[in-house]
C-alpha cells in the first residue's frame, strides 16, 4: 500500500450537483464511497465505516474524513438561476449534513472487514484448507485486507511448499537456541507460540494466549517474545500495559478491536494476571468484543482477533485464564543470567532473526501444512487450532505443547500459590521437610496447635492438587512430590509484604527434602 496517494485533479473528477434532497444526495454519495473502496481501501466493519491507512491500522472514518474522501471522488456544486434566467454552477464543499448521515448508517453496502493481515498466511479450514494466501489485497474468503509487499508473499510462498518439515523445524531450531527452557515440553509452547502467530489469520475461532514466564528476570522472555513478534510482524509491537481493573481492561480491549490490532502484548505482567474481561476477549473470536465507544452512547461489537502474548517473572492467575493459555517457562540455570556466555547469537539475535523473516514465515507455513495433514489432539475451545498447530510439533515429535506450564494450571484452579507457601512458613518456617512426612502431617495435624488454621488451610489447598484417588481426604505423596517440583524456585508475594519461594534441599540419607525460604 503506497503510503501517499495521489489525489486526481479537478478536472479528472465528475461534477455532481446538490439537489437539496437528503435522500437523493446521501445514496450519491454512498455510490462515491463504493467506486473508492478498493482504492483507499473502505470496508463496513462491526456497523462502522472504516479504512485501512497506510500504517495497515483500521480506522473509523469521522465525518469531516468522509467529506474528504467525497471531495475527492467528485466536484460538488450548488446550481442558482443567474440574472439572465440561466443556472450558474458554484463549486462548494460536500455538505456536511450528507457527511453526517452517511456517518450514523449502519451499512453501506460495502466489503465487510474481518481484519488487517501484515504477513503471508495459510488457510486452517474450510475447503481451501491448505492454501498459502501469498497475495496482499482483499481476500474475500476471509474478509481479511493484507498490506504485506508481493514480492514478500512470492518469497514466503515458494519456501512454504519447497521446504521440508525438518528444514523448517531446523530454521526456528536454530533462533532459540540461546533460549534456556525449563523442559521439552516449554520449547515446544514456544515453537507453538510462533506457530499460532503465523496461524492467527487462518483461525476464524479462538486461539489461547501464549504465556512467557520465568523465575528469575534477565531470563529471556522479552526476548524470546520479541523474536516471534519481529519475524511474524513487519514493525515493532507497541507493549501494552496489563491493567488488572477489568472495567478498565474492558475500555482498553474495545479500542484494540476497533483498531483492528493483529497482536497485543502485555509485557512485564506484575501481579496477578486475568479476570472476566480477558476471559471473555480471548474467547469473543466468533462474536466480537461489544463495548461503548467511548464518549459516545452507540453500541458497538468488533471482530477481536489478535495474537495473544504476555510475559512476566513468576506470573500468578486467576479465573478461567488457566484454561485459555498456553505457557512456556524459561529456565536459565543460574541467578545471574545476564552473566551468561555461552550464546550462538550475542546481542544480534533480533538482528539476525530480522533479516531471515521470509524464510521464517516460510518455515512456519511449512510446518502448519503438515499439521493439517497431521491433525493433533482436540483442545475443548481451541480445537482448530489445536488439530493445527499441535498437529504439527507432535507429527515433529515434539511433546504436546500443552503439556507445559500444567503447575500453573493446577495453581489457578486449586488456590493461590501465595496461600500454599504462606501457610507452610507460619508452620515450618525455614525448617526442611519431606514430602512424605508434609502429607502425614497436614492429613493429621496436631489438635493443639497454635497454627491449627494453617494446618487446615495447607490441607485443603494441597488436596485439590495432589488427592489420593484411592483414600478419600488424604494425600498423594507422589502425586504431592511431583507437584513440589512443578512449582519449586516459584517466587510470590504475600500480602504481609513477604517474598516466598519453595526450595528443593540438596539430596541427603533422609530423601528429598523442601523449605520455604524468605527472600529479602
Avoid at 467529506?67 to 475527492?72: E, H, I, K, N
Avoid at 475461532?205 to 517474545?225: F, H, I, Y
Avoid at 452512547?297 to 486467576?318: D, E, H, M, T, Y
Wanted: overall charge neutral; some cysteine; proline content about 7%.
Amino acid at each position: 500500500m503506497p503510503d501517499v496517494r495521489i489525489l486526481p485533479t479537478a478536472a479528472e473528477r465528475p461534477t455532481y450537483a446538490i439537489t437539496r434532497d437528503l435522500l437523493a444526495d446521501a445514496s450519491a454519495a454512498v455510490r462515491m464511497l463504493r467506486a473508492q473502496a478498493e482504492e483507499l481501501p473502505l470496508f463496513e466493519r462491526g456497523g462502522l465505516l472504516v479504512e485501512v491507512a497506510h500504517t495497515g491500522q483500521i480506522v473509523p472514518l469521522a465525518p469531516e474524513r468522509i467529506r474528504d474522501v467525497l471531495a475527492r471522488a467528485a466536484v460538488w456544486v450548488r446550481l442558482r438561476t443567474n440574472a439572465d434566467g440561466g443556472t450558474d454552477a458554484t463549486p462548494t464543499y460536500p455538505p456536511r449534513d450528507i457527511a453526517s448521515t452517511l456517518a450514523a448508517r449502519t451499512a453501506w453496502g460495502l466489503p465487510e472487514l474481518s481484519g488487517v493481515v501484515s504477513h503471508p498466511w495459510v488457510r486452517c479450514e474450510g475447503a481451501e484448507a491448505g492454501e498459502v494466501v501469498s497475495a496482499p489485497g482483499y481476500d474475500a474468503s476471509s474478509r481479511t485486507y493484507g498490506t504485506w509487499k508481493t514480492t514478500l508473499g512470492d518469497t514466503v510462498g515458494a519456501l512454504a511448499e519447497d521446504m521440508t518439515p525438518d528444514e523448517a523445524v531446523s530454521e526456528l531450531e536454530d533462533l532459540i537456541a540461546d533460549f534456556r527452557f525449563a523442559s521439552t515440553a516449554d520449547r515446544a509452547s514456544a515453537l507453538a507460540g510462533w506457530l499460532t502467530a503465523a496461524a492467527r489469520p487462518g483461525i476464524a475461532g479462538d486461539v489461547p494466549l501464549w504465556l512467557v514466564e520465568a523465575s528469575t528476570p534477565g531470563s529471556g522472555k522479552g526476548t524470546l517474545c520479541d523474536l516471534v513478534l519481529r519475524t511474524v510482524y513487519p514493525t515493532a509491537t507497541r507493549r501494552t500495559p496489563w491493567v488488572s481493573d477489568d472495567a478498565e481492561l474492558s475500555k482498553a480491549l474495545l479500542a484494540l478491536a476497533l483498531a483492528g490490532e493483529e497482536r497485543i502484548l502485555w509485557d512485564n505482567v506484575d501481579g496477578i494476571f486475568g479476570g472476566p474481561a480477558l476471559d471473555a476477549a480471548i474467547t469473543s473470536a466468533a462474536t466480537g468484543y461489544r463495548g461503548r465507544i467511548l464518549g459516545q452512547s452507540r453500541i458497538v461489537s468488533a471482530p477481536l482477533r489478535p495474537f495473544w502474548v504476555a510475559n512476566g517473572n513468576n506470573v500468578q492467575i486467576k479465573g478461567d485464564i488457566h484454561r485459555r493459555i498456553l505457557v512456556t517457562r524459561l529456565n536459565p540455570g543460574t541467578d545471574r543470567p545476564e552473566e551468561r556466555e555461552d550464546y550462538r547469537y550475542p546481542g544480534t539475535l533480533l538482528e539476525v532473526a530480522a533479516g531471515r523473516r521470509a524464510r521464517v514465515l516460510g518455515a512456519l507455513l511449512r510446518l502448519l501444512r503438515l499439521g493439517l495433514v497431521n491433525p493433533g489432539p482436540l483442545r475443548g475451545g481451541f480445537p482448530v487450532w489445536s488439530a493445527v498447530v499441535r498437529g504439527a510439533l507432535v507429527a515433529m515429535d515434539y511433546p504436546d505443547p500443552w503439556s507445559a506450564g500444567a503447575d500453573l494450571r493446577e495453581l489457578a484452579r486449586a488456590s493461590s500459590l501465595v496461600d500454599v507457601l504462606e501457610a507452610w512458613d507460619r508452620i515450618w518456617g525455614a525448617s526442611p521437610i519431606r514430602a512424605r512426612d508434609l502429607a502425614e502431617a497436614v492429613s493429621d495435624p496436631p489438635s493443639q496447635s497454635s497454627v491449627a488454621d494453617a494446618y487446615s488451610t495447607l490441607g485443603d489447598l494441597l488436596l485439590e492438587v495432589a488427592a489420593d484417588s484411592r483414600v478419600r481426604g488424604r494425600l498423594s505423596t507422589r502425586r504431592l512430590g511431583q507437584w513440589l517440583g512443578r512449582v519449586r524456585d516459584r517466587v510470590v508475594a504475600t500480602p504481609a509484604g513477604h517474598r516466598l519461594a519453595l526450595r528443593r534441599l540438596p539430596r541427603s540419607g533422609a530423601g528429598v527434602r523442601w523449605t520455604v525460604e524468605r527472600l529479602i
